[in-house]
């Protein structure tokens, strides 16, 4: 689900992780940080016209140099090196600015969309194919190793609120589908990335609680408990807690 290019190879510009052009295998990336930067720019508003004052000020948010412009022009003509060879995803020319312009599939951020919006309309093993992949795409934070301008905070925090949501809908998916032992150990790695999302916890008491391990969800569930309390001052759930009850209960 990439785009295929004339020559036969595969492009594809990849965000989820650090920045880089993905080639028939190779991953190229820019070799100034602007210009990293400047390609996620544009990878997380593709085919919307992006004025060289925007780029600008999305590169430089407080003082842009002199020579901003021209050096905007350079970096977009290092971005197009990379680009070479192919009929997208290409960098336009607009009267006032430039526009990234690729197929659904040409850049990572846009295909996980994608495959998440598919997944939602399935079940099952389709559903849970689709978000393996989806959650497959992920290399690292958005944009890694590159400060997000403030003009992409907004973007980012939504690709990474739906990696999540997306996450938690494959584990959902996959014990729908029996397989609650093989997910313990992710889940408690999950809860450790991301100790406030409590859905990860209901799904990881359900997971013990499926596969017979009683002890265990009532130490899970103190942890949460602990948790919540001292960073939030609220408590688990219902649901979460009538886990915990029926556990306790034998």
Request: glycine content about 8%; proline content about 6%.
């Given at each position: 689900?990439?785009?295929?290019?004339?020559r036969?190879r595969?492009?594809?510009?990849m965000?989820?992780?650090r920045p880089m052009?993905?080639?028939?295998?190779?991953g190229?990336?820019?070799?100034?940080?602007?210009a990293?930067?400047?390609?996620g720019?544009?990878?997380l508003?593709p085919?919307?016209?992006?004025?060289?004052e925007?780029?600008i000020n999305g590169?430089w948010?407080?003082?842009?140099p002199?020579?901003?412009?021209?050096?905007v022009r350079?970096h977009?003509?290092?971005l197009?090196r990379?680009?070479?060879?192919?009929?997208k995803?290409?960098?336009?020319?607009?009267?006032?600015?430039?526009?990234l312009?690729?197929?659904?599939h040409?850049?990572?951020?846009?295909?996980?969309?994608?495959?998440?919006?598919?997944?939602?309309?399935?079940?099952?093993?389709?559903?849970?194919r689709l978000?393996?992949?989806?959650?497959g795409?992920?290399r690292?934070?958005?944009?890694?190793?590159?400060?997000i301008p403030?003009?992409?905070e907004?973007?980012a925090?939504?690709?990474?609120?739906?990696?999540?949501s997306?996450?938690?809908?494959?584990v959902?998916?996959r014990?729908s589908?029996?397989h609650?032992?093989d997910?313990?150990?992710i889940?408690?790695g999950?809860?450790?990335?991301?100790?406030?999302?409590e859905?990860?916890?209901?799904?990881?008491?359900?997971a013990l609680?499926?596969?017979?391990?009683?002890?265990e969800?009532l130490?899970?569930?103190?942890?949460?408990w602990?948790?919540?309390d001292?960073?939030?001052?609220?408590r688990?759930?219902?649901?979460?807690?009538e886990l915990?009850?029926?556990a306790?209960?034998?």
């Amino acid at each position: 689900m990439r785009v295929r290019l004339a020559r036969g190879r595969l492009m594809e510009i990849m965000v989820l992780g650090r920045p880089m052009v993905h080639i028939g295998g190779n991953g190229l990336r820019p070799l100034r940080r602007m210009a990293r930067v400047l390609l996620g720019l544009f990878a997380l508003r593709p085919n919307r016209p992006l004025s060289l004052e925007w780029l600008i000020n999305g590169l430089w948010p407080t003082k842009p140099p002199a020579s901003a412009a021209a050096n905007v022009r350079s970096h977009i003509a290092e971005l197009r090196r990379l680009l070479a060879g192919g009929d997208k995803p290409s960098i336009e020319t607009l009267d006032d600015g430039y526009m990234l312009v690729t197929a659904p599939h040409g850049v990572d951020a846009l295909l996980f969309r994608e495959l998440v919006a598919q997944a939602r309309k399935h079940t099952g093993l389709d559903a849970a194919r689709l978000l393996t992949q989806a959650v497959g795409l992920w290399r690292g934070d958005v944009l890694e190793g590159v400060p997000i301008p403030a003009a992409l905070e907004a973007e980012a925090a939504m690709l990474e609120d739906l990696r999540m949501s997306a996450t938690e809908e494959l584990v959902e998916v996959r014990m729908s589908l029996g397989h609650e032992q093989d997910l313990v150990p992710i889940l408690k790695g999950l809860v450790i990335e991301h100790p406030l999302r409590e859905r990860l916890w209901h799904q990881l008491l359900l997971a013990l609680w499926s596969t017979g391990r009683r002890s265990e969800v009532l130490e899970e569930y103190q942890r949460l408990w602990s948790l919540l309390d001292r960073e939030l001052g609220v408590r688990p759930a219902q649901a979460t807690t009538e886990l915990n009850e029926l556990a306790r209960r034998g």
